[in-house]
Each structure stands twice: as C-alpha cells, then as structure tokens.
C-alpha cells in the first residue's frame, strides 16, 4: 500500500490548478473574510471497492466544487458537477463517488465559491482514501467508540487515540458509537485528584449544556472536528460510521423519562432523537438508503475477505425495562424484525471470508439501564445468568441461525464500555448451547471517561481471555490524560486469510494480540 502522508495532500493542492478548469476568474486576496472556508476539514466513509462517499462544510452559502483523482498531482482529474451549501443542511455537504477503480488510491479536493459573489473563491481542501479491493490483499482496519465524554474535552494534547489510530494508516477506522457525547456538557476546568486540573482548552457554547435544539446537537459534532488529531485521520481515512445512546441522551428508548430532568426544556424523546438523527447524518459519511431514510444498520464490502455488517442496536428496540420476557416480541427485540432478517440475508449470501459485526453494545456484558440501583437491560444482557429472555432471545435466535446455515468466521466488535477486552464466546460455558464459538473484541473510549470493568452475564457463556480497565483504586471516569484510551487493530493477511486483532492504548502499546485462523466450508 502507499502511504500518502497529510503533508502531502496539503502541499500538492494548488487553488490555481482548480479554478482555472473550471472558468472562475481568480480570487482577489486582499482579505480572508472575504472569501468562503471549509470551517471544519473534510473527510471519507462507507468506502466499498468502486464507490464512497466525501464530506465537507463551509462558512456560508457556497458552490463547492470537486475534482477527483488517482493521482496526488490531480494531473488528470476529473470534476464533478458542483453542488451548493446552505443554511437547510447547516453548510454541509456530502457526495457519493461513484464509477471509482477497485483498490485504487482515490484523492478528491473542493473549492467553494460564494453564492453572493461567485468570484470570491476558498483555498482548496484535499482528502484521500484508498477503494476496496477486487482480489485478496492484506487489509487493515482500526475500531473503537467514545468521544468527548463525561466533560473531557479537547485540551493541550488534543484528542491523541486518533492521531494514534493515524500512524497505522488503516484502510478504514470503524467508529462504534457513541460518536457524540450531547448529554454531557462541558466546564472549562474539572479538579483532578492530587491537587492538578484538566483544562479544557477548545470549549463551545454549545458544548456547555446538553443538546435539545438540532443547532445544538449539530454543534456537538462541530466540536470533535475543532480537534487538531481528528481532523488529520478524517483527512486520510475513511471513518464508517453506527450510533448509540449518546448521540441522543444516556440509554435512550421509549421508556426514557425526562421529567425530572432540570437540564432539559424539552422533555420529548422522540423529538431529541429526531434531531440528533437530522444532525448525525448531515454531520458523517454514512450513506443515504433510499428505502429507509435515516437508516443506520448496513453492509460493506470489502473485497473477498471482509463484509462488514454495522448494526443499530437503538432504534428498533423495545423500551428499556427488566428483560426478562419469555417470549420475543417488539417489546423484547433489541435489533427489531426487520433488521434480523435483512442481517440473517446478508450473512447468508456473504461470500467473504470474514464477517465482521459492528456492534455498538456488547452482548455478554451487563449493561444496566438504572447503574445505580443494579437494575434493567440497557444492552443485551439482562444480569440473570440464566436461559436466554429478554432481548437475549433474538441474540441466542440469530447466533443459532448463523450455525445452522453453516456461515462461518463472525467476529463482532463493540465499543460502550470504555475500557478494552477480548472475549470469547463458549457454548461449553453458556445457559444457550445452540452456537458456535466465536470472538468479541471491546475497544474504547478514544476520549472520554474510562470506567469498568463490567460484570458478565453466563447466558452465552463469555471467557475473559483480556482485559486493560482501571483498578478499583483508581476509581472511575478517569480522565484521558490518565492513558487508558483503547482502539484496536485488525489485520487480515492477503495470502494466508488469518485475522490478527490487536488491541491498544493512545500511546500505541500493544496491550494484547491474537490470530484466528480462518474456517473454509467444505
């Protein structure tokens, strides 16, 4: 693979190159104010081997313009039609790339021009991104979830996991939710133990309260893109993108009660959520589905040995409660029935040889909805230990699917419990034996508060094979300069087909590694 480095892309946009081709007069100079600027970088996601899709905001209403290229000179390149930003989609826009090469090095740059003086013309902005590939080559994918949690913000050292994820130079960087944190307000200053304080040097209005108004939840996303390290992986990598709770409010469901809660004007889940969903698709690369306005849950492919299959563990779910149903039904579901069905398809008619499942919870893990109290499901696990209820039935009904259609080599990944582990499922050990073995790996928080670690629950028989969470005498919400922020890596080898998981901290140690051999149908 080559490695195109940041300062290259920079380096080699020229905004003469661009305006020229495409019959603007040159822009004057003579003040900055008065030319349009792409407020908050640009960025890639939901990348598959002929297709992705790009990103970019800017001050004010404009026409952008875009060229695309495979070469990083754009010696040959080739525009697009532009498209116009307005204050409708809060100046953002985004494309789909169509028509590309399969594991081809893509390089795209946007020029914008104001609408009210189309002369006045911005510095072009440049990104790169490499297609999937078409036949078997060595893959590389990073993952982890949680950013800008529990008040920490952006301080002197920035947001150092992305720029750690960065020096990898993976193909794709997963991100598992809780990309947002609109719940969580933020102070300038937060006392640390030992007498020294975290300061948060980047600090928004909007970061300041929690988020009710669609400005407000668009400004929680504005926020993470003022961070210098997550603006330069957005610049060389594409970011594929699920949700969780946090983008809306913690543990959100129909079940959820803002009554009491002095913070918010606004009481209506429903109407927080379709705001933060407004303001989660203008603000990532996830793909628009046509069928399902809005829709999260999807599939990439990613050449012969990788799909990934995203899933969205909170929209379809019934109301958060004790999840001890016996029954599935709408209550009891935490994927919905029409998500299973679209995942049993799709993972019946993969033909990669590894099947990744973004989770955005874990599915062993006790997760509780009321943690004070010790008591409801917020993920999967109801804390019983015993048959599967609950939300568990559409978990033990999927994961007995996927063994008798005989699909093999499914490894989930998850993020939401801000600390870093790798679990393997066994039914030897499990209340429901009718399974395969398999691997879950739980990476996180990139920046925000590290807690754990979390109990088990024995219905699908999870083992502790690591762990890297914090000791009960450094206590909980340990803030990111305490170093325990976790992604981790996967690798799959062109030749041999092994997948090599990885899991590591924002100083790049390699905490722990294992390689699973592949399993080919006879």
Known sequence: MNKISRRAFVTSASAAGLVGVSGLALPYYSRASQRPAFTHGIQSGDIDATSGVVWTRTDRPSRVMFEV??????????????????????????????????????????????????????????????????????????????????????DDTGMKTYAAIGKHTPDFFLHSGDTIYADGPMKDEVELPGGSKWKNKVLIDEKRKVAETLDEYRGQWKYNMMDRHVLGLNAICPTFYQWDDHEVVNNWSDSKNLSADDRYSEKNIH??????????????????????????????????LLDVFFLDMRSYRG????????????????????????????LANSNAT???????????????????????????????????????????????????AGITNTVWLTADVHYTAAHYYNPDKAQFQDFN?????VSGP??????????????????????????????????????????????IDGAT???????MDRDDNELYKVTLDPVHSA
């Open 69 to 154: 290229s495979s070469t990083e000179n754009f010696a040959n390149p080739l525009r697009l039609a532009p498209l116009d930003t307005s204050p409708a989609s809060d100046y953002t826009v985004k494309r789909l790339l169509t028509d590309l090469t399969s594991d081809q090095d893509i390089f795209y740059r946007m020029v914008a021009a104001d609408l009210a003086d189309i002369n006045a013309v911005s510095e072009p902005i440049v990104g790169r991104f490499r297609t999937a590939p078409a036949s078997k080559r060595d893959i590389r994918f990073a993952w982890s979830g949680d950013t800008a949690g529990q008040g920490w913000g952006i």
């Open 271 to 304: 109407v927080l959520a379709a705001r933060a969903a407004r303001a989660f698709h203008e603000m990532t690369t996830i793909r628009y589905e046509p069928s399902e306005p809005g829709r999260v849950y999807r599939k990439i492919a990613y050449g012969p």
């Open 319 to 346: 109301a958060n409660g004790p999840g001890m149903q016996d029954t599935m039904t709408p209550q009891s579901r935490i994927l919905g029935e029409q998500q299973m069905k679209w995942l049993k398809r799709e």
């Open 354 to 404: 590894w099947k990744i499942i973004a989770a955005d919870m874990p599915l062993g893990l006790i997760v509780w909805n009321d943690a004070t109290n010790k008591a409801g499901a917020e993920a999967v696990s109801n804390g019983d230990n015993g048959p599967a209820k609950g939300r568990e039935l559409e978990i033990a009904d999927l994961l007995r699917y996927i063994k008798n």
């Open 437 to 441: 073995p398999f691997w879950e790996f």
């Open 446 to 491: 990139l920046h925000a508060g590290t807690y754990g670690p979390n109990d088990f629950d024995m219905t699908f028989g999870p083992e502790l094979k690591f762990i890297k969470a914090p000791t009960a005498e450094q206590g909980q919400n340990l803030p990111p300069s305490a170093g325990l922020q976790f992604f981790g890596l996967v690798d």
């Open 497 to 503: 087909e092994q997948m090599t998981v990885r899991l």
